[in-house]
């Protein structure tokens, strides 16, 4: 069965950076979509970045619009998200999804969720 797993998160001060990466394991198809949401203390979860799985077109939330950078490594079926300029409202637990519409700008239909990396920015 197809199994995500993050890593990279962790603890950093305003202004910061961090990379998140996520490796997709089980599946042999090319994902039409994957995806960065998050999930704060309270809130719901949130789209954050997509990419498309055969073109390298991305999409950003406003919110982190110039600030992170979502990108792909196909061969490696791993998924990326670079942070920069990090600020406390980006604090929450990041998870990472494959299967997204593209239609949508990958911003939804995730069929798939890995078990989510917090960051926390103090």
């Known amino acids: 069965h197809v199994q995500l797993v993050e890593s990279g998160g962790g603890s950093v001060q305003a202004g910061g950076s961090l990379t998140l990466s996520c490796v997709a394991s089980?599946?042999?198809?090319?994902?039409?979509?994957l995806g960065w949401f998050r999930q704060a203390a309270g809130k719901e979860r949130e789209w954050v970045a997509g990419i498309r799985g055969l073109t390298p077109a991305a999409y950003y939330d406003d919110s982190v619009q110039g600030r992170f950078a979502i990108s792909r490594d196909n061969a490696k079926n791993t998924v990326y998200l670079q942070m920069n300029s990090l600020t406390p409202d980006d604090t929450a637990m990041y998870y990472c999804?494959?299967?997204?519409?593209?239609?949508?700008?990958?911003?939804?239909?995730?069929?798939?969720w890995g078990q989510g990396t917090q960051v926390t920015v103090s």
């Open positions: 089980g599946g042999t198809q090319v994902w039409s979509c």
């Open positions: 999804a494959a299967g997204g519409t593209a239609s949508t700008g990958c911003r939804s239909d995730y069929g798939y």
